[in-house]
T-cell receptor
Framework: GQSLEQPSEVTAVEGAIVQINCTYQTSGFYGLSWYQQHDGGAPTFLSYNALDGLEETGRFSSFLSRSDSYGYLLLQELQMKDSASYFCAVRDVTPLVFGKGTRLSVIA | DVKVTQSSRYLVKRTGEKVFLECVQD?????MFWYRQDPGLGLRLIYF???????EKGDIPEGYSVSREKKERFSLILESASTNQTSMYLCASSLGGESYEQYFGPGTRLTVT
């Protein structure tokens, strides 16, 4: 079977850095995606890692370690608008399997 | 910009009714997906399609069927709606071979009473 684990909630201060972890167990593995979803909105794609290492896109970075079945999303210079739910998703033999999501609250 | 549209934002149906949820994408994507999203459960894949007339079951297909007669349109059908199908339904599309980057519609919040 497939399983993904990520924290259910994280709170961080505006301007700070926060890391959202994701561990996975899947029968096959092609890569790890991250999505952001604001309340009442649709999920939007943030990043994808197929190989080990860090991918940077502006204030957001995503990391993957295939040997550890682990990845994380790093958000820097947090802004209030980053308050949202963040989902990791594994691409294996099925299109995408999503984690249950991490609700990030950014406080002043 | 990719645009994925869904026929309704909110829908209220009675138990036993046949329900159609429509999804249209305008970017000529090969892949289309239907998910349901429930609090604390994340997004769960119901059905997906990699091509016209093609469909594959996802993780929770029971009680649902789909239709893809045209490339841009993917319909989700609840044959006989039940209260446990009350949920947010999200449609998504992606380029062929790139299912890791999906574009989502705004969702349909379905209530079955």
């Amino acid at each position: 079977g497939q399983s993904l684990e990520q924290p259910s909630e994280v709170t961080a201060v505006e301007g700070a850095i926060v890391q959202i972890n994701c561990t996975y167990q899947t029968s096959g593995f092609y890569g790890l995606s991250w999505y952001q979803q604001h309340d009442g909105g649709a999920p939007t794609f943030l990043s994808y890692n197929a190989l080990d290492g860090l991918e940077e896109t502006g204030r957001f970075s995503s990391f993957l370690s295939r040997s550890d079945s682990y990845g994380y999303l790093l958000l820097q210079e947090l802004q209030m608008k980053d308050s949202a739910s963040y989902f990791c998703a594994v691409r294996d033999v099925t299109p995408l399997v999503f984690g249950k999501g991490t609700r990030l609250s950014v406080i002043a | 910009d990719v645009k994925v549209t869904q026929s309704s934002r909110y829908l209220v149906k009675r138990t036993g009714e046949k329900v159609f949820l429509e999804c249209v994408q305008d970017m000529d994507h090969e892949n289309m997906f239907w998910y349901r999203q429930d609090p604390g459960l994340g997004l769960r894949l119901i059905y997906f399609s990699y091509d016209v007339k093609m469909k594959e079951k996802g993780d929770i297909p029971e009680g649902y069927s789909v239709s893809r007669e045209k490339k841009e349109r993917f319909s989700l059908i609840l044959e006989s709606a039940s209260t446990n199908q009350t949920s947010m339904y999200l449609c998504a599309s992606s380029l062929g071979g790139e299912s890791y980057e999906q574009y989502f519609g705004p969702g349909t919040r379905l209530t079955v009473t």
